[in-house]
Each structure stands twice: as structure tokens, then as C-alpha cells.
């Protein structure tokens, strides 16, 4: 009880420390010096990119955006920020998508988030994704509306092929607080995109429950 509690205090720390303190001069990922909070190495490593696709399915169809491909050093700072409590990564990851958003144009009303499972969140205190998108709330000045809760456990979709990525997720999302989005137009974020199975399953509960449009904004592409 008591690291799960640390753990949920450390989240909300996370989304304001860094007003709070200024930064040191190292380099978040490898200590290096820095003047900003990662060194010129890691920041070309990164490869912010303008990544654009559609996930399509069922007739049914969404626009992805994501902001660099899945190399190790942008894997890294996801495993950080999804199982170490590492809201930097976090902070830096939304600049990221903050960058596309206005370089692409992307119009929206809501941000809303993939959830994770009941269980996951016990085990880790907070949602990566919900983070990315509080974070990515206060850059663009859209609310976040929690909308989207995981109905059914599904086994984790590492280690499965992409057929059975799309079996494992079917229909496993269901939509409340649909009276909000009604006719609106969602941005829905993840931290990686893969084959696209989770985000679509999520968009189109979304479509079902009366939203106009949904478009997917991701930290990372992933290859299978
Ligand atoms: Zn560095």
C-alpha cells in the first residue's frame, strides 16, 4: 500500500517539479553535460520525425501520427517513463508530440488516452499514457477527458504475432463520459504505436459512443 501510494505521489510530483526547480546540468540519459535537459549526443539520437500512417480495419479507418521511431534510446526513455516512475522522459517525449501537433496542424477538441488494465495500474500507481497526455494538456491548452476504460483483461501484447495482436484486443474497450465527446473531435494518445490494434479498438469505441473523429498521436512507431 504504502509504494503504491509513493508511487502515485511521485506521479503528480513529476507533473510539476520541474516548475518548481530549475534543472541540472546533465543530460537526463547519460549525465553528460547538457544546457538543456539532454545533451546534443542524445538529443540526435532521438530523431524527432514527423511519422504519418492509417490503421484500417472493419471499413473503418484512423489517421497515426508519432514522433520518432522506436530506436534504443527513445525505447529506453518509455520503459523509464512506463515502468520507472521517470516523468522526464515524459516531459520531453510530449515537446516532442507537442512539435508535431502544431507542425502538422492537428485540430482537435479533446485529448483523451489508451488505458491500461485495473491490474496494471495497482502494480504501477499511474497510466503512461494519461501522464503524456496531461503533459501534452498543458502545452496545447485542450482539456483531457478520461473516457475510455480496458473492459477485459488481455494478455500483454508483447510477444504475440500481428494476427493475434488484433484477436487479443477485440472489442476489449468500452466508452463512458460519452455525453462529453459527443460530435467532437478526439485526439487519442499512446506512447508506442505497433500494429495499430489497441489504438483502433479504442477509436472506434470512441466512433461507436458518437464522437465525429478520432486521429492517434503516439510518442513512438514501432516495427513488430
Ligand atoms: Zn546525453
Given amino acids: 500500500m504504502g509504494y503504491r501510494f509513493g508511487k502515485r505521489v511521485k506521479f503528480y510530483l513529476g507533473c510539476v517539479l520541474e516548475v518548481i ?33 492509417e490503421v484500417e480495419k472493419e471499413g473503418i479507418r484512423f489517421k497515426y501520427y508519432s514522433c520518432a521511431y522506436y530506436n534504443s534510446l527513445v525505447k529506453e526513455m518509455i520503459i523509464r517513463l512506463k515502468y520507472k516512475s521517470d516523468f522526464d522522459c515524459g516531459v520531453l517525449l510530449t515537446q516532442l508530440m507537442e512539435r508535431l501537433i502544431r507542425e502538422k496542424e492537428i485540430s482537435f477538441d479533446y485529448i483523451t488516452y489508451v488505458p491500461c488494465s485495473e491490474e496494471a495500474f495497482r502494480k504501477r500507481g499511474y497510466n503512461q499514457s494519461e501522464f503524456l497526455s496531461k503533459k501534452l494538456s498543458e502545452l496545447t491548452g485542450k482539456s483531457v477527458i478520461h473516457c475510455l476504460i480496458k473492459s477485459k483483461s488481455t494478455k500483454d501484447q508483447i510477444g504475440l504475432d500481428r494476427d493475434a495482436r488484433w484477436t487479443n484486443l477485440e472489442n476489449s474497450f468500452v466508452v463512458e463520459n460519452y455525453k462529453a465527446i459527443k460530435d467532437k473531435k478526439i485526439l487519442l494518445i499512446d506512447d508506442v504505436i505497433t500494429t495499430g490494434a489497441t489504438a483502433f479498438y479504442c477509436g472506434k469505441a470512441l466512433l461507436l459512443c458518437g464522437c465525429r473523429e478520432v486521429n492517434i498521436l503516439t510518442a513512438a512507431k514501432s516495427a513488430i
Avoid at 31 to 46: H, R, V, Y
Fill in 21 to 53: 526547480y530549475g534543472r541540472a546540468n546533465n543530460c537526463m540519459l547519460c549525465g553528460d553535460f547538457a544546457e538543456d535537459m539532454l545533451c546534443k549526443s542524445c538529443q540526435s539520437k532521438i530523431k524527432y520525425s514527423v511519422i504519418e500512417g
